[in-house]
């Protein structure tokens, strides 16, 4: 069993190693307050500024990031400093590990595309905080965009994390850069037997009495017959309204009441007719 005997170890460097250590732990605490007190400062400026002042929650969100871990890093560098002989210990480490970098840079590939996805969202702003977006099969509000991902807040009140790499190479449908108005179309089908014109007033009728429905010259609701099926005359009703939430109630909305309308009128919503003609029966003409 092997025993440590401090009494053959200089006091010098018990009284060094002592204040080494308190300066490493007031370095460490100090970075973790000012890092707190610097974020704090800069969330209640933005809270304040976006009302009264014009600035960019995305860009101010993402730079406001980035100095924390700046922050963090100085704090870093700093306890690698205090203590004796690490600092030349990294240096050296630093120039003779190419190798290792390179192992440590392909395994940071993905946290790195992350955080220039980031960045690119924070310079290109092809969407910001607070905009309704269509990413991934989702649809919802941009919430938080981070330096490693970006936060959606679906319509079903989901959050929907989704990597700042992956967003930089899909597909997204930015609903607010212009603004949040829809078209939004509903299928019909009416029996060949049935008045065409008499299905179409019924279906503009509902249309426009939703208190939903977006009323205006360039806006009015249209209702087109899209196919001539092998048992239905197909109709395609269009019509604007405020978001894609609403829009898809206001539809289902819209699809029940002029159900109503046809059984009260007597439009006919068909169903699949099939001739049957048994084999014996051929075989006997």
Known sequence: ????????????????????TIKISIALIATVIVAQIIDRALAAYLKFASGKLKVDATTYTVVRRIIIVTIYLIGVTVVISIIPGLPDLV??????????????????????????????????????????????????????????HTVIRTWQNKRVIIPNSRISVDTVINWTIDELAVLWAVDFGISYDSDLDLARSIIVDEINQHPDVIHGEDREAKVRVTELGDFAVNLKATFWVTDRPTAWGTGAEIRESVKKRFDKEGVEIPFPYRTIVYKKDMEQR
């Open 1 to 20: 069993m092997i025993q440590l005997n401090m009494t053959n170890v200089p006091t010098e460097t018990v009284y060094s190693l002592g204040y080494t």
């Open 91 to 148: 240096f050296a480490m630093a120039v003779s590990a190419g190798i290792g970098a390179i192992i440590i840079g392909l395994a940071l590939q993905g946290t790195l595309s992350n955080v220039f996805g980031g960045l690119s969202i924070a310079i290109s702003r092809p969407f910001r905080v607070g905009d309704v977006v269509e990413m991934e099969n989702e649809y919802g509000n941009i919430e938080d965009i981070t330096l490693r």
